[in-house]
């Protein structure tokens, strides 16, 4: 019978939470479209290789890290190797033309190429790498010191 | 015993359905997608119940931008503006309802609003959707400008996708460029069966800043934005699209093309028509036949749905999905919007969640 008893008491209570919509003025933020302090990097690709440049913070949020099946993994780390945030991308210089079945369709390179990348900030990032993913990428590991110009950030 | 038992969980089920009978709200938009100074939005929404639908109101919350405490671009409630409810309709005899209202006054410049449409049935039971967009003249400049947002978890908990014009298309018409993404987003993205269940997890901005869609190269108003996800350079000459990793080039009117390139660069899922595309292992395309397999049945398929894609380039590919389902990522249907198949179904639930939790 207690059993019973719970059993309504939980469906009750289920059918209040789930039912009733939410109702009243709007909890905006102050700032609803930048809710997050990042660092702004510039990431180039060229026949020399990558570069990484620092270029400014501002505010929005960390470019998206949850696919990591991309060309590279970008790892940002402080002076102890302690991973602070990591995002994949596809090489900057490359393109796939996409024509649908029995078009032009395929992979092309172009001479350089650079993509954008928001890293949360943090002061402590001291260390960025560049590591290859893809099988084409394997040989790719590059390694930027970056704690200067992190520390100079506002 | 175990009847008594069954008999009551049935009646408790029961209730639940029927106490729980919300109306549901099909779909709310606002035209134009971004308004002039104090020119007039129409907001729309259809919504049905199984029971009568009784009122409807639409409710506006009009913030001005600013810049706040650390250059950080801010809003907060503009004096004297719109603050609540702006139109209600009291209805009898209907449950099904498709309304629009025309807020005539508009909003200034700088303008951030908040719309909200609740509506109610007999049973006294809500529902509500809310947008967040911008109108009036923006003080960011050409910077991203919000269109139309379901989320208040913007930008870290959304996919945030930016419109951009191609100069050559659009140059000195950048109301044109509005009107077409229009239909692109509320007929396009907005319609696909992956996103419309999702849409609070999606916010659309576009800059009047041109860029070059041929080329894929951005306007410098926004290739550095803390905000954007992907960029989808928008033309309407009809010419080969591309994808270059998060910019995208799509026709307007080809809005399954639209949401095919964009599951590219945001999901990484992968073409799985034959033979001539680029593949690459990920979520919907293996290099062993038995991964392949384990994925087609974990999306409630079966392991004869798994055929080779051949590729001179990189191997041989698997896809765990059968031409017959006709999927989005085998045929992005160009202008009409094809669903994503099971298994990138699968994998595109897995991203909203992953995505919820950043």
Not at chain 2, 58 to 71: K, S, T
Not at chain 2, 283 to 296: F, G, I, Q, T, V
């Amino acid at each position: 019978m207690l059993k019973i008893f719970t059993a309504i008491i939980t469906v009750v209570l289920f059918v209040n939470i789930t039912c009733l919509a939410q109702k009243g003025e709007p909890k905006l933020s102050q700032s609803p479209l930048q809710s997050e302090k990042v660092i702004v990097v510039k990431i180039t690709s060229d026949a020399s290789g990558w570069k990484t440049e620092i270029v400014r913070t501002d505010y929005g949020a960390p470019t998206l890290n949850i696919k990591k099946l991309h060309d590279v993994l970008l790892t940002a780390s402080d002076a102890f190797g302690k991973k602070i945030y990591d995002v994949a991308f596809d090489d900057p210089r490359v393109y796939y033309i996409d024509d649908g079945p029995g078009g032009e369709n395929g992979r092309k390179t172009d001479a350089t190429g650079s993509r954008y990348v928001m890293l949360p900030y943090k002061n402590e990032i001291a260390v960025l790498e560049i590591k290859g993913l893809a099988p084409a990428y394997k040989d790719v590991l590059t390694k930027f010191q970056v704690a200067d110009r992190v520390k100079e950030l506002k | 015993m175990k009847n008594q038992k069954h008999i009551i969980y049935l009646s408790m089920l029961l209730f639940l359905f029927s106490s729980c009978a919300t109306p549901v709200i099909r779909s709310i938009q606002h035209t134009p997608l971004h308004a002039d100074n104090n020119t007039g939005v129409t907001f729309k929404v259809k919504a049905g119940s199984n029971s009568e639908i009784t009122r409807v109101t639409l409710n506006i919350y009009e913030y001005e931008l600013y810049v706040g405490a650390n250059n950080m671009r801010s809003a907060r409630q503009r004096p004297g503006g719109q603050w609540g409810e702006a139109h209600v309709w009291n209805l009898s005899g209907s449950n099904d309802v498709d309304l629009n209202f025309n807020y005539a006054a508009g909003f200034p410049a700088g303008s951030f609003v908040y719309y909200q449409f609740v509506v109610r049935n007999s049973k006294n039971k809500e529902a509500q959707k809310t947008i967040i967009m911008q109108a009036g003249t923006s003080p960011w400049g050409d910077s991203e400008v919000v269109l139309y947002s379901a989320s208040e978890q913007a930008p870290n908990n959304t996919i945030d996708i930016c419109f951009v014009p191609d100069g050559g298309d659009y140059g000195g018409n950048i109301r044109q460029f509005l009107t077409d993404i229009e239909s692109t987003i509320y007929n396009g993205y907005l319609t696909n069966n992956m996103i419309k269940t999702n849409a609070h997890q999606w916010s659309f901005y576009y800059t009047p800043a041109t860029g070059v869609a041929s080329t894929r190269t951005l306007p410098a108003a926004v290739a550095s934005s803390p905000l954007i996800d992907v960029f989808g350079i928008i033309h309407s000459n009809t010419f080969r699209d591309a994808r270059q990793g998060n910019v995208f080039t799509t026709e307007h009117f080809n809005i399954g093309t639209a949401v095919h390139e964009t599951a590219h660069a945001v999901f990484d899922l992968k073409d799985e028509y034959c033979c001539d595309s680029f593949y690459e292992e990920s979520c919907n395309l293996w290099s062993s036949r038995a991964d392949c397999e384990a994925s087609a049945i974990a999306a409630g398929g079966t392991a004869a749905d798994c055929a080779s894609v051949v590729t001179d380039n990189n191997g041989t590919f698997f896809k765990p999905e059968p031409d017959a389902l006709n999927c989005i990522m085998f045929d992005d249907g160009d202008a009409t919007m094809r669903d994503f198949g099971r298994v990138c179904q699968r994998c595109i639930s897995s991203f909203y969640i992953e995505l919820d939790n950043r």
